[in-house]
């Protein structure tokens, strides 16, 4: 049986299945790939790669309704944010071809001598994507358009539970107009991806996953001294020190960790709140997170759609209950059905519990009491993740701070889910190496050419 199935996890009901690729596939893939990197990747224009570029978002938003339709069936993602995801995936491919010209353009350098030096940049080749199932088209998106404009060609090797849209994708790409070989999708064994990855022709991998995923396939690419960028988990802190509107605050915190069914890696997880806060936070957060809407992901009510498979809430639940074994309280929720898992809320966890460094990826959301900014602190960063964090505090110096000290790739100031393409996305520590999005995204996979003319 193939491993590539669409299993709705609202109903466990496997609705088809797609084969993994022959080894002839994948060779005739990269072999594909690498002629469309040395005629296409190096002759067009960029120019010429921005109208595709374009005519790829147009497609998203021309296909938005099926294309939504397909990733509520495969992950259980609730329709709005479903569509939301395909609107934002137009607009990240919209923003390269829109700023391919700082991308593509030279960069003149101040020497001593006589003549001129610029750094040109062009394009590495052929590079592998190994991409997540819990964002299917944002996820591609970030990767493959940036690499696009810049005349690099994709193999996209999609989570076995998204071939569905995997293969929407490659069909956008195809009827946009890119050669044949400029983008392909692939549906890889883990044994293939790694021959892949080692193949001379192929100059680089980007892998956005779990850190065992993550750290596998960097020892691959090291070992083949292949560059690699790695996006991996995320355990945020939501620091509150101070606000002049307490609901507010509460709201943004529910949003930032209700988002995608709790299921984003820059999801707010952890809420350090001040002590003079920290009761009436506590008590409306917990309201809050009761309240959210649990059920079927194509109704317009529902916020917490199922987690991406039954094996996902298992997992989380476990972790919820492990937690609770080690002296944790459950304040709300907890209390699995199937896939669907509430919202939960944990308490007086600490520093000697598991729970205290792992990453919940659902919506569970951790909430801690500090007595201030240096204790704030200390507990945000007492995590072996370093993705993004949120800051909300009503002392624009204390929020400078704050924003300093946290290890983090990405600090939001009283505000959540503000991502947009022209920010760079990435982390430190066990969260990756690497930026995407914004125009930081398409200095990854390029060649920094040196051209001195005397």
């Known amino acids: 049986m193939s491993d590539y199935a669409v299993v709705n996890p609202a109903t466990g009901e496997t609705l088809a299945t797609y084969p993994t690729a022959t080894d002839a596939e994948v060779e005739a893939a990269v072999a594909a790939a690498d002629a469309a990197f040395r005629g296409w990747g190096r002759t067009s224009t960029p120019a010429e790669r921005a109208e595709l570029l374009r005519a790829a978002a147009r497609l998203h938003r021309e296909r938005r309704d099926e294309l939504s339709a397909i990733i509520v069936r495969e992950m259980g993602k609730p329709l709005a944010a479903a569509e939301g995801e395909v609107d934002f995936a137009a607009d990240i491919t919209e923003y390269y071809a829109d700023h391919i010209d700082k991308i593509t353009a030279d960069a003149p350098l101040e020497i001593d001598g006589d003549g001129t030096a610029v750094i040109r940049k062009a394009p590495l080749g052929v590079l592998l994507g190994i991409m997540p199932w819990n964002f299917p088209y944002y996820q591609v998106a970030r990767f493959a358009a940036p690499n696009l404009a810049l005349g690099n060609t994709i193999l996209l090797k999609h989570a076995p539970q998204c071939p569905e849209s995997a293969a929407a994708i490659a069909k956008i790409y195809a009827d946009a107009g890119f050669p044949a070989g400029a983008y392909a999708d692939v549906r890889l064994t883990n044994d293939q991806a790694a021959s892949v990855i080692a193949d001379r022709r192929v100059q680089g991998v980007s892998v956005t996953g779990s850190e065992r995923a993550g750290a596998a396939v960097a020892e691959i690419a090291g070992r083949n001294l292949k560059k690699v960028a790695l996006e991996l988990g995320g355990s945020d802190p939501f620091i509150l020190l101070s606000t002049d509107d307490l609901d507010g605050a509460v709201q943004a915190a529910v949003d930032a960790r209700l988002d995608n069914t709790g299921q984003s890696c820059n999801a707010a997880k952890r809420f350090i709140v001040a002590d003079d806060l920290y009761d009436a936070f506590l008590e409306k957060f917990t309201a809050a997170m009761s309240a959210a809407t649990v059920g079927d992901p194509f109704a317009e009510d529902t916020v917490l759609g199922p987690l991406s498979s039954l094996a996902a809430a298992e997992r989380l639940a476990a972790q919820v209950d492990a937690a609770v074994a080690a002296g944790a309280t459950l ?121 001195r003319i005397g």
Request: charged share 25%; proline share 6%.
């Open 331 to 451: 304040v709300t929720g907890g209390s699995r059905d199937g896939a669907f898992y509430p919202g939960t809320v944990l308490t007086d966890v600490t520093p000697d519990m598991d729970a205290y460094r792992e990453e919940f990826f659902g919506p569970v959301g951790v909430v801690y009491r500090v007595s201030g900014e240096d204790e704030a602190v200390e507990v945000a960063n007492a995590t072996p993740f370093g993705l993004g964090s949120y800051v909300f505090t009503t002392d624009p110096e204390q929020a400078e701070r704050i924003a300093d000290k946290i290890d983090a790739g990405m600090v939001y100031v009283n505000l959540v889910l503000a991502d947009e393409p022209a920010l760079p996305f990435g982390g430190v520590k066990r969260s990756g190496t690497g930026r995407e999005m914004g125009l930081l995204a398409a200095d990854e996979f390029v060649n920094k050419k040196l051209i």
